[in-house]
């Protein structure tokens, strides 16, 4: 006889019936789907915005965050940065979301204060999470191998390859990119020592340069300008863009909570470096009263694109500058719209050299700080009137506080904390000390034309900006069809103190200002620092490498 038939119902797996087994694993199937629903329901951009009032206020801030909104409308919702996607880490993260949950019914943060009071130690714990897994949740979307650097603006180019040699990770320069930054993040144990560039500072500290005396040549006179006869048709010309800085001070420019480019700048980087081509959108930021300024400027235009020659023979230096003249358009916050209603326009040429901390930097931006004139911390006409400095400097001409470098004080306030007053305006050294500073060449050189009457002044900034009649250096300037072309002539050594004198061999960082429109004081468009040579045959050798923007061309007269 045949086998008998097996029956069905009694078949068993794992002790259960088949139907039961079927059961089952159908009830598994609807559970794990149930599960797995609801666990992309608590990482959907709804939840996470709408659940609990106390996202509205990370929400808003979101949503002013690139991560929400872009030029290539790839974004990021907060799952995408604060959950895992492996599915062993991402359960962890759904169990220590339960503490959370916790916190939400016990009413732990109820209002916005409460919020606020606990934001630094909130940024915290994920900031540390991040570090402990380099980063992880950014990776998701952004991977070392994938990235083009030579696709990439100048400066996020350079600091990916920094950041790559030295094995950071994502969160060391990226933080804040979805949420506001607490107040004194900076100063927060995580980060401690990540922020010191010791190497940097180490370098510069073994590069000083000792403070000698500046070999100031022979009393010269320039009787023309020569610079005007010249035949600049070989010289090559430098494009410049010339923009509105508003109230980025070199403070602002050092602290990395308000300008992204403050680790680069601790590690030597130049503003152009990675700024060069962004300038009409800087401009254009502070006519719009975005970030960098606080005054009302009207119309005026934003930026003043330029065109620079320079040539020199074995006694002077000669330059060419041409731009196109703009429409006036008055500034609202002064009477009659016109800063200085004697000159359509000033021109102004900086010229500073290694021995000015950040000169090679910013150049003239080094005299730029968060308290001078028009300034967000400038202090008012009867604190400087009452001022036991205001003998020594010009306290009381109504012109508020000038120029200045940070050499020439004791401390320099930097980030402004606790409500302290950036720049360090009130911390002047000694007389002698300033002196010595002079002596040793350790000050911004400053020659500008006046439209008005076509005089000419000279000085520099140290302690205060100091101008003054000069015989060694003579501007012109001329109009034509909308154009204007000015021409400087200056002796290479003009025997007057805070004049550079120039040594053919060397490097010099240049940057040229505009009082555009009858503007005065912080109001003007400013160039980047460019690197100024004399006939230099190999530059990056010589130099460095990207340190030479302007090579001047030698000439026979």
Known sequence: MGERPRNWRKITILGA????????FIAGIIFWGGFNTVMEATNSYTFCTTSCHEMNWVHEEY?????????TGVGAICSDCHVPDA?????????????????????????????EAKRL???????RSMLRTDSRECRNCHDWSAMDLEQQAARASR???????????????????AHQLPEAWDESPVWAGRFDVVEVAEEAEATEVPLESEDLGEAATVDENLAASLDWESVPATDLTLFLPGQASIEWIQDGSEHGGGRAVKFGDRCIWCHQGEEADIGALAVAGEKIETFDLGDKRGHVPMSVKAAFDDEYLYMQFQWQEGEHAPLPFVDGGMMDPNNPFKLTVGLSDERVELAEQGG?????????????????????????????????????????LAESRTEIEIKGRRGAAR???????????????????VYLDLARYNSGDSSVESGYVLDERHFSDSQAIVFSAEEQDGVWTAYLTRALKTGTEGDKPLDLSSLYSLNVALHDDHAGSRFHHV??????????????????????????TRVTR
């Not at 130690?121 to 900031?127: K, P």
């Not at 000694?430 to 002596?439: V, W, Y």
């Open 63 to 71: 949503q002013e965050r690139p991560h929400y909104q872009n030029a």
């Open 159 to 177: 600091e990916h390859a920094r950041a790559f040699e030295q094995g950071m990770t994502c969160i060391e320069c990226h933080q804040g990119i």
């Open 121 to 127: 130690h909130l940024a915290e714990n994920v900031w």
């Open 527 to 552: 160039s980047f620092q460019y690197g100024l040579a004399f006939g230099a045959e190999t530059p990056e050798e010589t130099f460095g490498e990207d340190m030479v923007e302007i090579n001047a």
């Open 17 to 24: 019936s088949l139907g039961a087994a079927v059961l089952f």
């Open 364 to 404: 003239c931006w080094a005299s730029c700080h968060h308290d001078s004139a028009y300034m967000p911390d400038a202090p008012d006409a009867a604190t400087l009137v009452a001022s036991d400095l205001a003998e020594r400097l010009d306290l009381t001409s109504g012109n508020g506080v000038t120029k200045y």
């Open 423 to 441: 720049g360090g305006w009130d911390k002047l050294k000694e007389e002698a000390e300033i002196q010595e500073l002079l002596d040793g060449g």
């Open 87 to 115: 599915w062993g880490p991402k359960m962890i993260r759904k169990i220590q979301a339960s503490r959370e949950v916790w916190h939400w019914m016990l009413g732990s943060i109820d209002t916005e204060e409460e919020f």
